[in-house]
């Protein structure tokens, strides 16, 4: 029962450092296009596992954030991570 709990401690603490990593992501790519970054934060979508360049197993997480081109409206945007690495990032079309 004991390395149960360690493995869920470690699993929530990956998750938040990798929730962490998605936020400063989307931060950075919503200033890089001039978007506003809304709500401050990301929502959890989806968890899987998956292999890395060096064929290790890592957690590949999707989360989703929305960010604004005129103030008034919302673009669902996507950061998938594998492990606490970006492996991409879709912002959709918007106006400059």
Known sequence: MLITALAAAWFWLDSLHARDVAVAAG???????????LDDTVAFAKLWA???ADGRMRFKRTYHFEVS?????????????????IEALYIPP???
């Open 69 to 85: 081109d005129t103030g008034t409206d919302r673009l669902p945007c996507r950061i998938i991570l594998l492990g606490k690495h």
């Open 50 to 52: 998956a292999r890395d």
């Open 27 to 37: 931060k950075q790519a919503a200033d890089r296009y001039g978007l506003q970054f």
């Open 94 to 96: 918007h106006r400059d």
